[in-house]
DNA sequence: CCAAAAGTGTTAGTGGTACACCCATGT
DNA sequence: ACATGGGTGTACCACTAACACTTTTGG
């Protein structure tokens, strides 16, 4: 923390990369995106960029998020920073990884016959291989995920405003990969006290309509 | 992740800077070192060094921790990455933060009489100013511990090889900055069964000696 | 009336918390 | 003998986990 411009430390490059979430069809996903050039051309990778110099590392991530979701308000959080000299094969590059979560809903879908580079992938059905170290990343971020879901309000980030009890527990269940007993679930969030009732709703048709709950504030809670 | 090279791109600094723990005389303390040079001369900061070309992030971290302490082997673990662009008044730095434990009694105590820029604070008694944002730095360490140290053995760094329950207790009690009931504390430690026996000793005169417990193993885990 | 998801309570076990006295030693 | 920390058990409470049937709707 003494000298900057010092010859003996020439930098590395900087950049940000993030690891995506949502669920959808029961599953938890992850959005990669195919890579047009080398190194590891064709290979899929997590969505990233260079860091600019006048902008903070949230700010960085926040534009990567935008320009590839369209999102913009979405639970961001910085996860780790991986810096292995060799991770790049050209030059040394720095990497400050975050991880987001999107509720499916608040995506705009691709239109249907557009040729893109973007896809969403489910965690348990990763590639094989993964441009770069990003595969130790999306393990590191997955692990992360899971422990705080269990702790946390933190999957907030992956609901729309309203929905169904049923809604957060399949959200649950794909996340830590476990099926949840009904009744104790039910039991548990609602004593949390996050949560509140709205207007009813029916949907998916054939049976009683569900109550919609939405929660009280939209904000990272520790539980107990 | 495309480009590097690229002129857009102009690279900011990168330095570690670590928050570095132990626990001395109950009290639980973090190494400052006194700035010679502007900007904040004479203020107290946390220790730090430029990352170089050809090192890990880890390698970094594990160089500054020896080079202020002559102390390798500790608990070490990357805390957080703090860029925002104001935050070194000179120039752009990121710098990638790291928080370590040693036991006290691993130290080399400084000679008696030497004048030396480096001390021991107590965590509840910093300097009103630090250096950059070094209180930010220090806050988010100082809470990452409380929380590990409440469902993990992280505590082990801070340790001797060898120690006596009431050690143990007193090391938790000086962390959360709570007093804890003798009885339960030592039924849920032995209940962790990361504990075990070694021969008696007695200590600090007059009382009935205490047994030394060591951990069977040092390394982190997380309990239940 | 049938299918499909919504909604609802009780019990047994487990883990956390509160609490007070005797023991082994040095001086 | 006294001062000092070492060492020990029990009872209550709160939370967790297991478990099955009725309700409301659409077709």
Known sequence: MEN?????????????????????????????????????????????????????LDDAAIRVMKDKTGVKEVYLEQLY????????PRTRVITVT???????QNLRQPESNQVTDLAWHRVDQLPAQLAFDHREILDYAI??????ASYSNIVYGLLPLRFRLSDLQ?????????????????????????LEETGKKELKGAHRPAMLYRFKKREFVVLD
Chains 1, 2 share one sequence.
């Open 4 to 56: 900057t411009n010092h010859p003996e430390y020439e930098q590395p490059a900087i950049t940000i990369d993030l690891v995506i979430f949502t669920v959808n069809d029961d599953e938890l996903k992850v959005l990669l995106i195919k890579r047009a050039q080398e190194p590891f051309a064709g290979a899929w990778s997590i969505p990233g960029g260079f860091l600019k110099l006048a902008e903070s």
């Open 81 to 88: 920073t991986f810096g292995m000299p060799n991770r790049d």
């Open 98 to 104: 975050y991880f987001a979560l999107i509720p499916w």
């Open 143 to 148: 692990n992360r995920l899971r422990a705080k």
């Open 170 to 194: 399949k959200i649950y269940e794909s996340i830590i990969d476990k099926e949840l007993d009904k009744r104790n679930f039910r039991k548990r969030m609602l004593a949390t006290g996050l």
